[in-house]
């Protein structure tokens, strides 16, 4: 049973629009979420994250915003560029140092 | 910024051998690391959980004899894949979280990953 579900596996944008993905989660215990980067033969880079007592954090062109009564969260990239072609995996924690519980990634394709 | 270093990035073995994985936390000490393994098109699933100077806790399914986990010190975990066999290829990583003084969460950070194959 997946606790962290990102129902679209592939996402195509143009560059300079604003690129969406999204993460719905079913374990309301979770406390803290983030959003990696992932390249192919390579271990995944952290984006950014939001903490359950917020509902947006922002960082330059990265924007996640969380929706804790529809257990949803999502990351907007503005403006898109190429170089953000990549796999994008949402994840979630409980509270303490626990791992962390992964989406199955969306592939982001950013076309010039 | 916290940094993770795994090596090997890429392993082929024959059936049977062993494989060891290590990854070292360079910058900051890391009490626990967490072991993943990801298949082609997978999501990271969790394969144990490291804590220095005790036994690993591993996640339902994962046999600890086959995937032996060692954290002998602050900055080192090991994974050794034992008698290896063609299924256990996959791409392993490990992660760690350095802890920022007065923050209450701290993101995880991962190495590179080692692309294991058996043949």
């Known amino acids: ?112 | 910024g916290a940094v993770v270093s795994q090596h090997p990035s890429r392993v082929i073995c024959k059936s049977g051998t062993s494989v060891k994985i290590e990854c070292r936390s360079l910058d900051f000490q890391a009490t626990t690391m967490f072991w993943y393994r990801q298949f082609p098109k997978q999501s990271l699933m969790l394969m144990a959980t490291s804590n220095e100077g005790s036994k690993a806790t591993y996640e339902q399914g994962v046999e600890k004899d086959k995937f032996l986990i060692n954290h002998a010190s602050l900055t080192l975990s090991t994974l050794t894949v034992t008698s290896a066999h063609p299924e256990d290829s996959s791409f392993y990583i490990c992660s760690a979280r350095g802890q920022i003084l007065g923050r209450a969460n701290s993101p995880l950070h991962f190495g590179n990953g080692t692309r294991l194959t058996v043949t």
Not at chain 1, 46 to 55: E, G, H, Q, Y
Not at chain 1, 69 to 94: E, M, N, T
């Open chain 1, 1 to 112: 049973d997946q606790q962290v579900k990102q129902n679209s596996p592939s996402l195509s944008v143009q560059e300079g629009r604003i690129s969406i993905l999204n993460c719905d989660y079913t374990n309301s215990m979770f406390d803290y979420f983030l959003w990696y980067k992932k390249y192919p033969a390579e271990g995944p880079t952290f984006l950014i994250s939001i903490s359950s007592i917020k509902d947006k954090n922002e960082d330059g062109r990265f924007t996640v915003f969380l929706n804790k009564s529809a257990k949803h969260l999502s990351l907007h990239i503005v403006p898109s560029q190429p170089g953000d072609s990549a796999v994008y995996f949402c994840a979630a924690r409980w509270p303490g140092n626990t791992p962390l519980v992964f989406g199955k990634g969306t592939r982001l394709s950013v076309i010039a």
